[in-house]
């Protein structure tokens, strides 16, 4: 921890705010407006997708071009440092994600408005992590002199080209699903999750002049847990009960209910976490997480956990699978699955059982052994034995 501001597990503006500022010297694009669009979205990022940069031409390899609109030509390049991930203290250098990583550039023709390009760059930062595809930042062409945005590159190209090779292989259900990308991403003991674009995104606030709902984040992508037929309905009603009163106390975010129209189940919204699980991201990166991440990840997890025992609810069913994120390198962990959750004393819904529940390796031994019952300190006895 470099300051004395309350960290709250995520990006610390105060202090990257200031990384960034004592770069500024070390780097100009030439132009002063391009300049100040740059530096001012660097102090005001509140998280790493809101950050763009000026990027050397140099630091690209590979470029070839891809295709040619009315207003300018688009390349394939490889980055040789990809996007900037988080501040290593320990180094006091930026961390960076995606090494070699392919991207677009997009080159403005020299007749372009200039501040028809600004206007653009602006919109593109304004939506980063809203829909649009990702923005890098900016660089330039060494021979032309013009100016090219750096964006996430998409390799299977739009939609019109991919039709006209493959629109008579989509039957029409995978039509209807492609429209709001809902897709299968896992299975569990009694349900399935998928992955959805909602289209109208959450409740913000209320419009007074408008009189209706502002809504945050159209086209945000989502998971839905659908549940199995077989389940007690009682069981669902609970879990969604539980959801409701951790909303924003450490669990993921829970936005609502839908439906399955064919089979008529129904299906939790929540937030999607794009980075999985715990289980599966140690898997592939434990050897690559230093003790300063670990430990933070473990505050983070052991704060989130404290907000739900504070509201009186144990987990009964706490292991690295049901912990996600959207980024674990950002140390915002959350909560999941509070199917075999419940209330501390009466809950009609849930009643307090003796039933040994969960994953078996993750049980405290007393619980296992019949003699007491599930408590908040059965679930600490889980985080440890991962810990």
């Known amino acids: 921890m470099e300051c004395i501001q ?5 990006w610390c503006k105060t202090c990257n705010s200031k990384h960034f500022q004592n770069d500024f010297n070390n ?5 002063d407006k391009i300049d ?8 005001n990022a509140g998280g790493n997708w809101e950050v763009i940069e000026w990027i050397p031409f140099e630091r ?6 891809i295709g040619k609109g009315g207003f300018g030509t688009i390349y394939y390049a490889r980055w040789i440092d990809g996007n900037i991930g988080e501040w290593d203290i320990e180094n006091q250098q930026w961390k960076r994600d995606r090494e070699y990583c392919g991207v677009a550039l997009k080159k403005f023709d020299n007749f372009v408005n200039f501040n028809d390009v600004l206007n653009e760059m602006e919109i593109h930062l304004n939506t980063n992590g809203f829909g649009s595809i990702r923005y890098y930042g900016i660089t330039q062409d060494p021979e032309t002199h013009s100016y090219m945005m750096v964006l996430e590159y998409a390799k299977d190209g739009n939609l019109r080209e991919y039709l006209k090779i493959n629109f008579n292989n989509i039957n029409w259900e995978r039509k209807l699903y492609n429209l709001f990308n809902v897709k299968q991403i896992g299975k569990g003991g009694f349900g399935t999750i998928y992955y959805a674009r909602w289209i109208d995104g959450n409740i913000g ?5 408008n009189q209706q709902w502002k809504r ?3 086209y945000c992508g989502v998971a839905l847990k659908k549940f199995d037929n ?8 609970n879990e969604m009960e539980i959801h409701l009163n951790t909303n924003g106390f450490g669990s993921i975010r829970y936005y609502g209910i839908t439906q399955d129209p064919e089979t008529h189940s129904y299906m ?8 999985g699980n715990l289980r599966e991201y140690l898997k592939i990166n434990f050897n690559n997480i230093n003790w300063e991440r670990k430990l933070y990840n473990l505050f983070s997890l052991s704060s989130n956990l404290s907000n739900i025992h504070k509201l009186d609810i144990v987990h009964q069913d706490f292991h690295p699978g049901n912990i996600l994120s959207s980024n674990f390198n950002s140390y915002s962990i959350f909560i999941s699955d509070f199917g075999l959750s419940k209330l501390i004393g009466e809950n009609p819904n849930n009643p307090e059982k003796k039933n040994i529940v969960g994953v078996l390796p993750y049980i405290a031994p007393e619980v296992l052994s019949g003699d007491e019952e599930y408590t908040k300190a059965a679930d600490v006895i889980r985080k440890l034995f991962y810990s």
């Open 6 to 10: 309350v960290w709250n597990g995520y």
């Open 27 to 31: 780097w100009t694009s030439g132009n």
């Open 36 to 43: 100040k669009f740059i530096r001012d979205a660097q102090l």
């Open 60 to 65: 690209f390899k590979d470029v070839k071009q």
């Open 205 to 209: 606030e209320w419009d007074i002049e």
């Open 216 to 218: 945050d984040r159209e």
């Open 230 to 237: 077989f389940v007690n309905f009682n069981d669902v009603l």
């Open 268 to 275: 939790m919204v929540l937030e999607y976490a794009k980075d």
